[in-house]
């Protein structure tokens, strides 16, 4: 149920923020999510304070240097005015509105890990002034944000609702998507109260072109956790039919394209080498962690997590088989990995399905070496990209892992002895030295 309060003015404005002045906005966390969303807020005209606890972040972007794909540094470059990063919390003393974008990974025991959140919560907490409005866009468990956050933000000894606002909304970003923009992907918001809410709104209109207003935090919380719980469903189900059609001896690929064809009640997803990145892996276990506290046990969560665990073994098995083709063991057989980051286009190797493969095929004995321009070095596993001509030479086996938008696989088909395609994109290759998932 929403609480009806009066909208806290600050400074006893009565008017939009934006009519009078640009708005102050705060950034906490500069990451894959922070930082866009701090451009997007400069280039509509906002004054923009991004903090972030890496210094070598806030030096970069100081200096105008980017660290993240989809931020070029001519991105940067007319924004310097009006985008300043900081590390010190007193900067946001200022600002309408404080955004937070920290991480929300998994502990070890694969249980939430708060510990960012509440880290920067209990600063902000020490720096928070009346009238401001306090966003989380961090992704998390239904009620998080009036459960935790909440009671953090008011040791500050002012109150949520009559001192400052709350609201949640989910950052739905998909670094390296070019056709949907900040701008252009409807966003959700639910305010702690009306009048939080309608904050929210306000805000987010500076940037997107459709703000959804929802009933409450818990809704907005929970509605970015079934969209990444529907993808991880629905790869894992891709996933296990082309472990099915292996056996089966059916190409996967021509029934998911038959299956295209259905122009309703069908949504395409592509099988892989499992699942990566920062979300699909952890979000869905945030709210099996929340619905075990209600004694329930999702089981869809469950198992899909359990199918995309277990791919990369099964690519693995896979690579094994394709050197077999060719009589030739793991041990001591050249393979070549083709893209690590956990997809195509970015540089981001986190809970990479790429890792497990390669961890796997070094503890088998293979001379594993990969290419990827994103990713120049991957020094958990002793490895830095080398050149494709170069590695294709040196390759028994070139394994398409993670498909990049600068490789010609064509010329990897061409060039390489023998490749197995987990992606899917030599499809259009018809080749004898060639295997596809
Ligand atoms: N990456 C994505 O595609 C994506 C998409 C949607 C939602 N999300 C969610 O957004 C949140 C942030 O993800 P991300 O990918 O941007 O993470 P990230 O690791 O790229 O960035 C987080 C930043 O927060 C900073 N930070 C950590 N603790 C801090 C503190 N106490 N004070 C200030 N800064 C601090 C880190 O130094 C880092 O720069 C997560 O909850 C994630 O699940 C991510």
């Known amino acids: 149920m929403l609480s009806v309060d009066p909208p806290v003015e600050a400074s006893g404005r009565s008017e939009p923020l934006s009519r009078l002045r640009a708005m102050q906005i705060g950034i906490i966390g500069l990451g894959y999510v922070g930082l866009p969303l701090a451009v997007a807020f400069s280039e ?7 903090l972030d606890v890496d210094a070598a ?4 972007l ?43 990974p998994l502990s070890d025991s694969r249980e939430p890990d708060l510990t960012y959140l509440i880290d920067s919560a209990t600063a902000l907490a020490q720096v928070l002034r009346s009238g401001q409005l306090v966003v989380l866009e961090s992704t998390t468990y239904p009620g998080t944000t009036r459960d935790r956050l909440l009671p953090i933000l008011e040791t500050s000894g002012l109150t949520a609702g009559s001192d400052f606002h709350l609201a949640f909304s989910p950052e739905r970003i998909d670094p390296g998507r070019t056709d949907f923009t900040v701008r252009t992907t409807p966003k959700l918001v639910g305010g702690l109260s009306e009048a939080s809410a309608e904050r929210a709104r306000e805000l987010y209109s500076e940037i997107c072109d459709t703000v959804v207003v929802l009933s409450s935090p818990e809704v907005a919380e929970l509605s970015k956790l079934l969209e990444n719980i529907f993808r991880s ?38 099988p892989g080498p499992g699942m990566g990145g920062h979300c699909l892996p952890v979000d869905p ?14 089981e869809f969560i469950e198992l899909a997590g359990k199918v995309n665990q277990a791919q990369p073994s099964f690519c693995v098995e896979r690579i094994e088989r394709a050197l077999n083709t060719v009589r030739k063991p793991v041990n001591g057989s050249g393979v070549l990995i083709l893209g690590v980051s956990y997809k195509g286009g970015v540089g981001d190797t986190r809970e990479s399905p790429a890792l497990k493969i390669i961890g796997r095929l070094q503890d088998l004995g293979a001379e594993v ?22 590695g294709l030479r040196d390759a028994d086996l070139a394994v398409i892992v993670t498909a990049h938008p600068d490789v010609d696989y064509a010329e ?15 499809r259009e290759i018809d080749a004898e030295n060639l295997i596809r998932l």
């Open 285 to 298: 276990f945030y709210l099996a962690f929340k619905a075990r506290q209600h004694d329930f046990y999702p």
């Open 233 to 270: 469903v629905n790869i894992a189900l891709v996933n296990e039919l082309a472990q099915l059609c292996d056996r089966l001896e059916i190409d996967v690929w021509e029934v998911i394209e038959a299956a295209s064809t259905k122009p309703f009640g069908f949504m395409r997803f592509d």
């Open 62 to 104: 100081n200096a105008g240097r980017s660290y993240i794909e989809d931020v070029p540094d001519e991105v940067l470059a007319p924004l310097a005015e009006k985008l300043r990063a900081t590390a010190d919390y007193a900067d946001l003393t200022a600002c309408d509105a404080v955004i937070l974008c920290v991480p929300t």
């Open 44 to 50: 509509a005209g906002c004054e923009v304070v991004g």
């Open 57 to 60: 972040k806030v030096e970069a």
């Open 412 to 426: 990897v088909v061409g060039k390489a002895p023998l490749v197995l395609d987990l992606r899917g994109v030599t």
């Open 369 to 390: 070496a990969y290419h990827d321009s994103f990713v120049p070095e991957l020094p958990g596993h002793g490895l830095a990209s080398v050149g494709l001509e170069e």
